[in-house]
């Protein structure tokens, strides 16, 4: 008779059924079974230094691994700090699996530590969360979890597993483990959808296929490259599908930027839109002309005609939506068009091309962003996180899947996620170099975390576009309440440098172009998590500040 | 000098928005300070259109500092082109390297999109 307890009911599932070896949170009393079950089932754990990251790091595992990121909470505040990282993921459509414990039902309405009713406050922001009441159904209720996450479109689940079935113990043979239940299924269009796209795609002259997230969380890179090349239309791709082609692919326009989208897309005659949700930044769909005729593709039906009606919808898995439609599409040539799309960006983007290549004083943060890739290379994984270095840190260029993403760019524009995010793509993929291109605002969410890069050896370096303020919201208010009423916008010159190195990383401070490629070079050649601390242009406007102003807009 | 004209009387049209066009009126809101320059690329013609809490004001001349500018390659392009209220002829332009954008692009977008709701 072999006895084990419910946290190692848990391990075991985890290791034995998901195949999960790594997972990210930190310690509490009321998982303690469920971290030694985490030992017993040689499971890594991360453990962090605020639960908001290990809820982004499990978020951004999913990403970067391209399976479901598992996090663990303890109850009470461990779960309540966990929540702007789940709040963000349900927005990102990201699988991730949250494993939290909570006060003993034995304790329940006697003021037990830690009492909170946390399914009430979680349920919102997850697509699925439950309590497990029975130590023997634990496996069961982990399996739907993971069900849950990956399946469809994809989002948080959140499994409460109290002490009182963690802690006790059951006959082992009587929990037998499940199956791995996490099938493919596959949503086909109607038929007839598939042929008016096609009809669309073999006789347009100006076509444009913008990929989002869902290109990415379909794991799309062969049809899409099938499709793309078999009928040469132009292609951008954005947040998690940035990569599944390199942007250095022929029919890449991503050159373009953000601005010459903005400034071309109406130009276009058909526009496929795959995995790509129409939302604020695409200005609710109003950025597309209705002279575009849209093809829009989703594995959530309820996006096709969301904020913009498609012309053609067609509801299903990207990859597999791609391959039926490269069966019947002609082959076609599209460079000229890709030309003329690439020479307009260029012509609207001439002032920040001008700014790349020049030496600045101070120092341009585009000319930052330029001077990195001249030394990383694209071969290399690049974060975003701030407002205005959002924007422009989306102007790197890689040949990695999900190689370059400005994580508070999202729906929730979580500030913060930038450094949870690059220690969960150098664990998740090592031989990379990873870069975070931080602002000063976003890094002091989670800086603390340079603690947990130094004790579990993750060498990210962080590079900070310093304008000593929160940047957009300070530009933001010089446009709509005037330079002279600027409100909790400035934050001050701060060595965060030395923050990074008091906690056993390496530190460098730049305030001069010509400092940016060495101070590079020695982060790398050090191997420890680093801080590149830049001081940039405080004058410097990024476009994206007007179109937040203008979205806030209310009259 | 068709240019020249073209800019002070859009000048002209705008401020007229600016006090009569609610949409416009909306539009242009509050803002504070955005300063809009369209000239020449040698420098020699230019208009500076000045938005500051809903309203508009303008210097003549292309040596102001500006937030953003739409730069034509030369005069007569720069007012078929404007003349034309045409998406696709000011994107031809940019395509050919005719009209680029300097500073704040996404200002000249939204200076543009302002003029749209106008004519």
């Known amino acids: 008779m072999a006895l084990i307890n419910g946290g190692h009911l848990v391990g075991k599932y985890l290791k034995e059924v998901e195949k999960v070896d790594i997972v990210f949170g930190i310690s509490g009393g009321h998982i303690e079974a469920m971290l030694d079950g985490f030992t017993q089932y040689n499971i890594r754990t991360i453990d962090v230094r605020h639960e908001q990251a290990a809820a982004m790091m499990a978020h951004a595992w999913s990403v970067y691994a391209g399976k479901p990121g598992v996090c663990f909470l303890t109850a009470g505040p461990g779960f309540a700090n966990g929540l702007t990282g789940i709040a963000n993921a349900y ?68 499994l409460e597993l109290p002490p009182d079935i963690l802690s006790i113990t059951v006959e082992e043979s009587q929990v037998p483990m499940p199956v791995c239940t996490t099938r493919k299924y596959r949503m086909h269009p109607d038929d007839k959808d598939i042929k008016a796209a096609v009809e669309l795609i073999n ?109 053609v919808g067609l509801a299903g898995d990207i990859a597999s939506v791609l391959g039926e439609l490269t069966a019947h599409v002609r082959n076609n040539d599209h460079s000229q068009w890709a030309e003329t799309l690439k020479a307009a960006g260029r012509s609207v983007l001439d002032y920040e091309l001008r700014m790349r290549k020049t030496s600045s004083d101070p120092i341009h943060p585009i000319r930052l962003v330029a001077q990195i890739q001249k030394f990383v290379g694209d071969d290399a994984i690049y974060v975003a996180d701030g407002g205005d270095t959002s924007y422009f840190g989306l102007a790197f260029s890689t040949s990695q899947k999900a190689g370059v993403i400005a994580t508070a760019a999202g729906l929730f524009g979580c500030l913060g996620t930038g450094i949870p995010f690059g220690m969960a793509a150098k664990l998740a993929r090592p031989d990379k170099k990873v870069v975070v291109l931080n602002g000063d605002g976003s890094f002091g969410f989670n800086a603390m975390e340079f603690d947990t890069m130094v004790r579990h050896n993750i060498p990210v370096v962080c590079v ?64 420890k998590p680093a801080c590149i601390n830049v001081m940039t242009d405080q004058t410097i406007t990024s476009p994206a500040t007007p179109l937040f102003y203008q979205s806030l807009k209310m009259e | 000098m068709r240019f020249t004209m073209l800019l002070f009387a859009l000048y002209e049209i705008l401020k007229r928005a600016s006090k009569r066009n609610v949409a416009y009126r909306n ?8 300063k809009i320059m369209i000239k ?46 045409s998406d696709a002829e000011q994107f031809k332009a940019a395509a050919t390297g005719k009209m680029k954008l300097d500073g704040m692009a996404f200002f000249a977008q939204w200076f543009n999109d302002g003029v749209k709701l106008v004519m």
Request: hydrophobic fraction near 40%; aromatic fraction near 8%; glycine fraction near 10%.
């Open chain 1, 203 to 311: 006789n347009a002259k100006k076509p444009l296929f913008l990929g989002g997230s869902g290109v990415g969380l379909s794991h799309s890179s062969e049809s899409l490259k099938k499709f793309i090349e078999k009928t040469g239309i132009p292609f951008m791709l954005m947040n998690y599908g940035r990569g599944e082609l390199p942007d250095n692919h022929p029919n890449s326009v991503m050159e373009m930027g953000n601005l010459g989208l903005m400034f071309g897309v109406g130009q276009a005659d058909v526009l496929i839109a795959a995995g790509l949700r129409f939302n604020w930044t695409f200005q609710s769909g109003q950025l597309i002309p209705p002279s575009v005729k849209l093809v829009r593709i989703d594995i959530d039906p309820h996006e096709l005609d969301r904020n913009c009606a498609a012309d």
């Open chain 2, 40 to 85: 020449t690329a040698d420098g020699k013609r230019g208009r500076l259109f000045i938005f500051d809490q809903g309203k508009v004001m303008t210097q003549s001349g292309a040596n102001h500092p500006y937030d953003a500018a739409i730069v034509w390659a030369d005069a007569k392009t720069g007012f078929k082109v404007m003349a034309s209220q």
């Open chain 1, 91 to 158: 927005l990102d459509n990201a699988p991730l699996v949250v494993l939290c414990g909570r006060h003993p039902l034995r304790d329940d309405l006697k003021g037990a530590l830690q009492e909170i009713k946390q399914m009430d406050i979680v349920k919102p922001i997850t697509k699925w969360a439950a309590t497990c009441f029975d130590i023997k159904r634990i496996p069961e209720y982990l399996s739907i979890a993971f069900r849950y996450a990956a399946e469809g479109r994809p989002g948080p689940v959140f």
């Open chain 2, 27 to 34: 539009y242009i809101g509050s803002i504070h300070r955005v």
């Open chain 1, 464 to 527: 900070i576009n310093n304008d000593c303020a929160w940047g957009m919201i300070k530009h933001s208010q010089e446009l709509s309440i005037g330079c002279d009423r600027l409100q909790c916008a400035e934050l001050g010159t701060r060595h965060y440098e030395k923050v990074a190195e008091a906690l056993g990383g390496h530190g460098e401070f730049v305030t001069k172009d010509e400092e940016i490629i060495p101070a590079l070079t020695r982060a790398f050649a050090s191997g």
